[in-house]
């Protein structure tokens, strides 16, 4: 099994800018070394110095950078030894150093930097493709026989419909995709040029554009949507590195993979439906898929409800993916509350032309599944019983409790039972007709039996006559051919009574076989439905439990918050006020505002004599302990 092991120490967004640094150092005459590169980095980015230090380190211990020892030619330091990096030269003058980088290079299996996080470290490779994880990111790996295969390479589940696609189709529906990301893609075309980029694959190790990609599907290498999309991620993962976070490329390599993403889940939700909206021939959207959407009624906010197909329902069931009838075709996320079946009549005040253009166009997409499935009746009659079961649970929404929600289920349990039952009956219907064909079968052949006795005996009885006359009689001997081809017809008639009986027997049987596959297919169908919906209801049961656990802790929780705050507050103004009732009790200096324990007059404290003659001279003339006497330089000359 693959151990984890460090293919790169070094940030390649912190090795570029240091790359940057001493070539700038270089081209003004100076010896590249590490002060100097740390002061340059300094200038263009925020980052640590001790940073800066490790990481110059890490790109010499990667080998992406030179660290030499050079001798100063000029200056004060002239002569003097210093340690210096320089980057390695593609012009003749490093040619050795560049070849070992190079076989260096090719000697790599796998990539240096992760393939979620995009940064170097401790990494372990998968023993199917190139690509390499963080322990901590490599949380769906899985290991088999002595060999760990990684997130990407795990294996696609698929849906029936899309499963049962050629490679040749889905190289078809992939090309379709890969038109859609060259729309914004115009820097992807082609590969990164190594001129303007010339250590570009230093740090990629598998350049990836849209050419490539497109030669890829040509050669029809993917067999899964999954296998593409990785294959695509590529573009993305080489931008993170090579670029960095906030450069231009790689926000457009992730609208890219938007596009991607969203044209490859439209394609797994329908391949039919993916397809035919991108040839868009004539009547497009009326042609059916494979499997046929329901038809539903849904209404958006501001318009009538829209006849439109359900295309998915949301992960907590309470949303419907539609695709409108009419001329955009749009596509919607709405509520379950405003979703109704098709054989419900809507309420619509007003028909404006748009929407009875969608529902012609509704109506033409019937006819054609009619046309695809003539077996209308019992479809309808499905279809029906499936659209009272969506109508009754969209009438209930949400119960109230869960009680009410385990009685609703067991009403969906007893009505699927007695679908099944009906199912059933049919099934033994149909038995009883084939028994009753098997025995009409025998009684025809026993019939003709009886009847090839008889023409037997009849014969038998005219040769013996025939017999008789020609023993009786003297004259020239009679031709008995005709007593003789007796037996032949017999024997061609009972060939011919075999060949029937076995025609009908394999006609019966394949009659039988055909109606037992069908009513058990429809049980199943029926069955697993039932399943199904018993287990989204739980599913949806235990969710709302959950959510409502949840709500009803955050309510507690801030009426907790609320009950301390106010507490708090109520202890704050208590403590506030006993504070400002002790500060009116007390007695403040007038000159100095501490406590006073001299007074002078009703209004007037000192805290000392000193402030006291301060003040005298401000003071003497409103106090209202003795006439003022303006003669008076002092407190201390009172009486």
């Not at 992960?315 to 979703?339: C, M, P, Y």
């Not at 199912?423 to 009409?440: F, G, H, T």
């Not at 039996?449 to 025939?466: A, F, G, T, Y």
Request: charged share 35%; hydrophobic share 30%.
């Amino acid at each position: 099994m693959a151990k984890f092991s460090v293919r790169r120490y070094s940030d390649p967004y912190y090795v570029i800018a240091l790359k940057e640094a001493i070539v700038k150092i270089s081209a003004q005459k100076q010896c590249p070394n590490e002060e100097r590169i740390v002061r340059s980095v300094l200038q263009e980015f925020d980052w640590s110095k001790s940073e800066i230090i490790k990481q110059l380190k890490f790109a010499v211990k990667d080998g992406l950078i030179l660290q030499v020892t050079t001798f100063s030619s000029h200056g004060s330091t002239k002569g003097i030894p210093q340690t210096a990096y320089r980057i390695q030269r593609k012009d003749g003058e490093d040619d050795d150093e560049v070849q070992k980088q190079r076989k260096k290079l090719a000697s790599n299996t796998h990539d240096w930097y992760c393939w979620e996080c995009h940064k170097a470290g401790e990494v372990i490779a998968c023993d199917h493709c190139p690509r390499v994880f963080h322990k901590k990111c490599a949380h769906s790996g899985t290991a088999a026989n002595g060999k760990w295969k990684c997130p990407s390479c795990q294996p696609q589940k698929l849906s029936s419909l899309m499963s049962s696609k050629t490679t040749e189709q889905l190289t078809r529906l992939l090309k379709y995709t890969l038109e859609r990301m060259k729309e914004k893609a115009k820097e992807f075309k082609e590969p990164i040029s190594h001129q303007e980029h010339p250590d570009y694959e230093d740090f990629i190790f598998k350049p990836m554009d849209l050419s490539k990609l497109e030669k890829s599907v040509e050669k029809r290498a993917f067999k899964t949507p999954r296998e593409f999309r990785e294959e695509s991620q590529w573009m993305f993962h080489n931008a993170i590195i090579y670029f960095g976070d906030d450069h231009e490329l790689t926000e457009l390599a992730e609208t890219i993979m938007e596009d991607c993403d969203g044209e490859l889940e439209e394609m797994m939700r329908c391949p039919d439906c993916y397809l035919m909206s991108n040839l868009r021939t004539k009547n497009w959207f009326c042609k059916p898929c494979y499997f046929p959407h329901e038809l539903v009624w849904a209404k958006m906010t501001g318009e009538p409800p829209w006849p439109a197909k359900m295309l998915s329902w949301s992960e907590d069931n309470t949303k419907a993916l539609v695709r409108f009838f009419g001329s955009a075709h749009q596509r919607a996320w709405v509520g379950r509350k405003h979703i109704t079946p098709i054989t419900s009549k809507p309420e619509v005040k007003k028909r404006s032309q748009r929407w009875v253009q969608a529902c012609n166009e509704m109506a033409e997409y019937q006819r054609q599944l009619a046309l695809l499935y003539p077996d209308s009746k019992r479809r309808e009659k499905s279809v029906s019983s499936s659209a009272k079961t969506v109508c009754k649970e969209i009438q209930t929404d949400f119960p109230c409790n869960q009680d009410d929600r385990v009685k609703q289920l067991e009403e969906t349990i007893e009505e699927q039972q007695e679908e099944i039952n009906s199912l059933k009956a049919d099934l033994n219907c149909e038995r009883e007709r084939a028994k009753q064909l098997v025995e009409d079968v025998k009684r025809r052949k026993d019939e003709q039996n009886q009847r090839v006795l008889r023409d037997r005996s009849v014969s038998k009885q005219c040769c013996h006559e025939m017999s008789e006359n020609c023993s009786c009689s003297s004259g020239p001997t009679i031709d008995l051919s005709t007593t003789r081809d007796q037996p032949n017809v017999i024997k061609m008639l009972q060939d011919a009574l075999e060949r029937e009986r076995l025609e009908k027997n394999e006609l019966i049987e394949k009659v039988m076989r055909d109606a037992q596959k069908n009513k058990e297919r429809e049980i199943q169908q029926v069955v697993k439905r039932a399943v199904n919906k018993e287990r989204l209801e739980r599913e949806r049961i235990t969710d709302e439990a959950v959510k409502k656990a949840i709500d009803r802790c955050k309510q507690e929780r801030e009426k907790h918050i609320k009950k301390v705050l106010q507490v708090a507050k109520e202890q704050e103004e208590k403590s506030v006020q006993d504070a400002v009732n002790v500060a009116k009790k007390k007695q403040w200096c007038s000159n100095c505002r501490a406590e006073a324990f001299y007074p002078c007059c009703w209004n007037t404290s000192y805290c000392t004599l000193d402030c006291q003659k301060t003040h005298w001279d401000t003071h003497r003339f409103h106090c209202m302990r003795i006439p003022c006497n303006c003669s008076r330089d002092s407190p201390m000359t009172r009486t």
